[in-house]
């Protein structure tokens, strides 16, 4: 299982940007992928996920300005980044559980500049 995220840069708050994820070596029509960020100094955290039903579920601090989606055809799921703020500076990577065991890709660093 490989996943490569893309997308990430430097924006300027109240920006936008969209972030990419392939996924190869999986089929990813029938697995919930994830996107998930980590800061300087703070854990990882859950910020997005679609399910294979097309269900999603949002973290509070990104609900209403991030969205996930999915092109199944094209192994890839996006966030869509609207409304950023400094606090959404992370490396944002994509995540899928399969057979009990969560593969990460290489993530991609998003900067919000004041």
């Known amino acids: 299982v490989q996943l490569q995220a893309s997308g990430g840069g430097l924006v300027q708050s109240g920006g936008s940007l969209r972030l990419s994820c392939k996924a190869t070596g999986i089929n990813m029509s029938i697995h919930t992928m994830r996107w998930h960020r980590q800061a300087p100094g703070k854990q990882r955290e859950l910020v997005a996920l679609?399910?294979?039903?097309?269900?999603?579920n949002y973290t509070d601090s990104v609900t209403g300005r991030f969205t996930i989606s999915r092109d199944n055809a094209r192994r890839t799921v996006y966030l869509q980044m609207n409304d950023l703020r400094t606090e959404d500076t992370a490396v944002y990577y994509c995540?899928?559980?399969?057979?009990?065991?969560?593969?990460w890709g290489r993530g991609t660093q998003v900067t919000v500049s004041s």
């Open positions: 995540g899928v559980t399969w057979r009990a065991r969560d593969y």
């Open positions: 679609m399910s294979s039903n097309g269900k999603t």
